[in-house]
């Protein structure tokens, strides 16, 4: 079975051609969808599109439990987790990839643990990100020559709405990019001791500038940044280790009470 999993969104489906479709049962109800299984460049990989097939479930229905928990009890060790953001800096502009290194959680009703009792566990979130996942994407992303930033705080929103400008004002003293996804989809995965990374791409400058969002300008950008993932995901996806080295794998060491 795969060992690399992706959550995003359709726009995977130009790299990724599935050979299978698995509906997966879980003990939190059903994932955004089958778990499509195929190859990038000869590796196995396992796809779950977040909003489903058709980009029906918003960011705050989405059974973020259920996804991360079909990925793992196929045998998945890595996720690689995609999000559409807006820049909250000058300099992260629309088009940009951004590696992400930390996040702040600004979300208010998600399920957001597998330990609900009775057994009671505080998981280490002090560097959510697999490091041996952001080096291969980072060095992919350069060796591909596209505007990329190395680091980059996610602060992650409840949504379905954008911002107000007045948060949009506060979340820029503290972050660099804003979005819907992230959370709590990179901490279910470091419960289950699974890496994960995510790749942002960066469609807007939010409602900090002086023009308002819309969904026609962030789904225009978000498609013209799709063929950059696609290539990233190409030439990244060989490039990760087969035996992982990193801490990921005894995140629930100690941390149980």
Sequence with gaps: MPKIGIIGGSGVYGVFNPKESVKVHTPYGLPSGNVEIGEINGVEVAFIPRHGKGHYIPPHKVNYRANIFALHSLGVERVIGISAVGSLREDYRPGDIVITDQYIDFTKKREYTFYDGPKVVHI???????????????????????????RGTYVCIEGPRFSTRAESRMFRQFADIIG??????????????MCYVNISTITDYDVWAEKPVTTEEVMRVMKENEEKVKRILEKGV????????????????GAEI
């Design 180 to 193: 819907m996804t992230l959370v709590p989809e990179v901490q279910l995965a470091r419960e289950l001791e």
């Design 124 to 150: 280490s979130m002090a560097d959510p990100f697999c490091p041996e996942l952001r080096n291969v994407f980072i060095e992919t992303t350069r060796a591909l020559g596209y505007p990329m930033h190395d």
């Design 238 to 253: 060989p490039m990760i280790p087969k035996e992982r080295h990193c801490g990921c794998k005894d995140a629930l060491k």
